[in-house]
């Protein structure tokens, strides 16, 4: 196997999901501008959280986390790689199938269960007749992320990349059709989420057949290797249901307030942007590279693999965080403000956005922390770390809904990330050397965080000057592109000065990519 660059892989992984998540934008402005924050919208997000819920449970968050390690070590050993993968397929294959058909029949209890404040009113019944269209989902896009870890494994990161980037693509198209001919709308996104898992599916198995694993279903059969996946996935498991329980008493406590759920939802959306670019990016590619360091005994290569990764994150999310702080009014009233989304709820979503925003640097870390527990198949202390935080958000939500509203779901969203990734952290102390920090991350941090503040500074009195143009409808997109445009250059350039990082860093990394 070729070594994967980290860096360009970095940059790879991020690109394509920054393509994705801007194209996912264009799809959330468009229902916005569709369905605004009305019964048919808040319905439809909740039946397409339902299978997008599970998924993390299943898949991207539990299964996978145990896969890609013994399968990268498969890999690197000359084992029958292939064989695992074939296997692991077929059995997950046989559980989704079981569990799409039970999840379908149970549609209106997970819809109680998702969001009872729904029950009474038309939200409920059409939330149910969604999710049940919808929820077939679950199968296509879990065997999709396996398909997507083997890709990763092998250094395919443009192929696994480019799935979400398909979803979005087929939800645009699906809306300008349905506009165009006057269908339902809510009904047609409902039936273009199944449409999409089998559009992705078909992509990431046609590209893994090209890499030279052709996955083919067969009757499930327990191997050994099944066997020590089913021992490290089940910890894995357990610490997805406990954030999918978080996700939950997010959803509960909105669902009580009208619109809450749509505010959240569009909140997220726009958080999850550089989330995903880094989160995604840094996950994607270092689980598999620390998973064959660990297995070659290279704890100096493991070590910069890890600092570099933090290092990363560091640079591009904590002035992301401060930004959508300091601007969470502008982008919201920008961004969505048009069709049936009107200026009242602007202040509710960009509150929420501001309180997510102090989480991202959370999230993200918890994205480099996490694989040096998987890689070492450590899954038991990452669902210790997990269900604390799942007390922390269940009582934070519950007690500050009386006081604050809707607003409790993202404060204890938030601040449930700060503590399971101080735990995660703490955990990693006892680790060896590749969870150490070196020299040049405890040097450049610090500056990371300066040269962020003082951006957030410059974002600030831009803002001030610029509120006439943001709202004025001619005026805004440009007003907000120079916004956008200031905190990009004042961050580079007092990064640069201060020795946060070099320019030269980026554009070195960006031609080992091309080359």
């Known amino acids: 196997m070729k070594p994967i660059r980290l860096v360009s892989s970095f940059l790879t992984v991020g690109g394509w999901t920054l393509a ?14 569709y369905l605004g924050t009305g019964p048919v919208a808040e319905a439809f997000l909740i039946a397409f959280s339902l299978p997008n819920m599970f998924r993390r449970f299943f898949a991207e968050g539990a299964f996978n986390m145990a896969f890609v390690p013994l399968f990268a070590k498969k890999l690197e050993a000359g084992e029958d790689a292939k064989g695992f993968a074939q296997d692991a397929f077929s059995a997950l294959g046989a559980i989704l199938v079981v569990f799409t058909i039970l999840g379908t029949v149970l549609m209106p209890w997970l819809v109680w269960a998702m969001a009872s404040g729904f029950v009474g009113d038309a939200r409920f019944d059409l939330a149910v007749t969604f999710g049940r269209i919808a929820f077939s989902y679950i199968l296509f896009i879990s065997l999709v992320a396996l398909l997507s870890g083997v890709l990763t494994t092998l250094g395919r990161f443009t192929e696994a990349s480019f799935v979400p980037v398909l979803l979005n693509l087929i939800f645009i198209a699906a809306m300008l059709l349905a506009a165009w001919a006057g269908w339902d709308m809510g009904l047609t996104l409902a039936w273009t989420v199944p449409l999409t898992g089998v559009a992705q599916f078909a992509f990431a198995w046609w590209w893994a057949k ?59 959306r726009l958080y999850q942007l550089p989330l995903g670019v880094v989160g995604i990016a840094i996950g994607t590619v270092l689980l598999p590279d620390l998973s064959r360091r660990l297995r070659a005994n290279d704890s100096a290569g493991g070590q910069d693999s890890f600092n570099r990764g933090t290092e990363f994150a560091l640079a591009l999310t904590v002035p992301s965080a401060v930004a959508l702080v300091v601007i969470a009014g502008p982008l919201i009233s920008v961004l969505f403000e048009r069709g049936a989304f009107t200026a009242a709820d602007t202040t509710p979503t960009a509150l929420a956005l501001a309180i997510y925003g102090l989480g991202l640097p959370a999230f993200v870390m918890q994205k480099v922390l996490q694989p040096l527990y998987y890689a070492r198949e450590d899954t038991r202390r990452p669902f210790h770390y997990a269900a604390l935080a799942m007390v922390v958000n269940l009582a934070l939500a519950v007690a500050l809904l009386p006081l604050i509203g809707f607003a409790a779901a993202a404060w204890a969203t938030t601040i449930s990330a700060w503590v399971m990734m101080a735990q995660l952290w703490w955990g990693a102390r006892s680790m060896g050397i590749e969870a150490r920090f070196d020299d040049r991350l405890r040097h450049r941090a610090p500056r990371i965080i300066a040269a962020a503040l003082l951006m957030g500074a410059c974002l600030f009195g831009m803002a001030q000057l610029l509120d006439l143009p943001l709202a004025t409808p001619v005026w805004r997109y440009g007003a907000l592109v120079v916004l956008l445009l200031t905190g990009i250059v004042s961050y580079f350039g007092f990064g640069n000065a201060l020795g946060a990082f070099h320019l030269s860093d980026f554009a070195n990394a960006l031609r080992r990519k091309r080359g």
């Open 20 to 33: 994705s998540r801007g194209v996912g934008f264009v799809r959330d402005v468009m229902m916005a501008a």
């Open 210 to 268: 090209k890499a030279g694993f052709t996955i083919i279903p067969r009757m499930p059969r327990m191997t050994p290797e099944l066997r020590r996946l089913a021992v490290i996935a089940a910890p894995a498991v357990l610490a997805g249901g406990v954030v999918q329980i978080n996700l939950l008493v997010g959803r509960q406590v909105a669902s009580f307030t009208e619109g809450a759920v749509a505010w959240l939802t569009y909140a997220d």
